[in-house]
């Protein structure tokens, strides 16, 4: 089996994973938060992070992975940037509409889109955009009801996605640059992440809920569905970083609206939540726009890896020349990913990587 085989069998393993696992933890915690009245929902994420890093670190005792420490200054900025956004996002929930913060979710896909043009110089081709167009036209239709705006919750919001948007660029950054995959950068960052949030927790908790999560009557079923959801979240955390590292943050957050769109499937197929011609027709046009775009960036890929295997005769055939290479500036980098060089282009620097 060749390299880019296996690169194509992880990357969609690792898609299934996170479909699967995320799509499980939504059920568990709708129940949770529901039926069982636990509704303290950033205090749960802490102990999601600290059931993950624990889980890695029997992990990494058992030899399943290798410990690769790096710059720590990028891993505790990353931490607790991607601890931050999390609570944003629970307090973008907690202080505006279901509608308006859907809309919030909606928005990350654009910015991520702008901020890796402006500060990447990535293009993104007109039938890439016009994918996500339709994308996230399905999913506004499927999921948007009310937009009810306010300056607090709108600040929040904006904080919200722009912060979601550097954590996710800098995962993919991180991974390629440091050449870390994302165990070991999962296993890094989770301290911070989860040190952020369970200091945090509480008191984010106690304000959107007005209940204290040290109050709370935990009886064994509370108790059940709260060890059941930390250890599925292992592995959506684990996921998330894999899916990032293969693909990129864009591709990550349209498998994202998909997933919130199986969710509204799967709450009305096994919940009986209410369903309505709006969340079929926003469904159906989301999958289209999944789909449509997975075939363009498939295509492109294609078209890439052609280019590159066309270019590689010529730039052996300069190397022997070193006054040619020295004249054309020419050099090769490769991309940590699936090991095929590109030419070295205009990137952000050591410091400017952690520091957005």
Request: positive net charge; contains cysteine; proline residues 3%.
């Amino acid at each position: 089996m060749s390299e880019g085989q296996k690169f194509q069998l992880g990357t969609i393993g690792a898609l299934s994973l996170s479909v699967v696992s995320s799509v499980s933890i939504v059920i568990c915690n709708k129940a949770l938060i529901s039926t069982l009245g636990f509704t303290f929902a950033t205090t749960l994420t802490s102990w999601h992070l600290l059931v993950t890093f624990c889980s890695l670190h029997v992990a990494l005792w058992m030899k399943m992975f290798e410990h690769k420490p790096f710059d720590p200054r990028a891993v505790m900025g990353f931490g607790i940037l991607n601890g931050i956004s999390i609570g944003l996002l629970n307090l973008s929930l907690g202080f505006n509409s279901v509608g308006f913060y859907q809309m919030t979710k909606l928005a990350i896909i654009p910015c991520t889109v702008l901020l890796e043009t402006l500060f990447f110089r990535k293009k993104f081709s007109r039938k890439i955009q016009f994918s996500l167009t339709i994308l996230l036209l399905g999913v506004g239709i499927a999921t948007v009801t009310d937009l009810q705006l306010n300056m607090l919750g709108s600040v929040l919001s904006l904080l919200a996605v722009i912060t979601t948007c550097v954590a996710q660029i800098m995962t993919n950054t991180i991974q390629k640059k440091f050449k870390v995959s994302s165990t070991q950068l999962l296993y890094q960052s989770c301290p911070y992440q989860a040190i952020t949030l369970f200091v945090t927790g509480p008191f984010l908790d106690g304000l959107l809920t007005n209940q204290n999560v040290f109050a709370f009557k935990y009886t064994s079923q509370v108790v059940f569905f709260i060890v059941l959801s930390c250890v599925i979240s292992v592995s959506v955390n684990f996921s998330t970083f894999l899916v990032i590292g293969k693909t990129s943050p864009v591709t990550y957050q349209v498998l994202g609206h998909l997933k919130t769109c199986l969710v509204l499937a799967f709450g009305y197929v096994l919940l009986r939540d209410p369903f309505n011609w709006r969340n079929i027709l926003g469904i159906m046009v989301a999958v289209i726009g999944m789909v449509v775009y997975s075939y363009f960036c498939s295509i492109e890929t294609q078209q890439k890896a052609s280019e590159t295997s066309t270019q590689l005769p010529q730039m052996k055939e300069s190397e022997k020349d070193p006054l040619i290479a020295a004249e054309n500036g020419s050099g090769v980098l490769s991309d940590g990913g699936g090991g095929v060089p590109k030419t070295v282009a205009p990137v952000w620097n050591s410091n400017k990587d952690f520091q957005a």
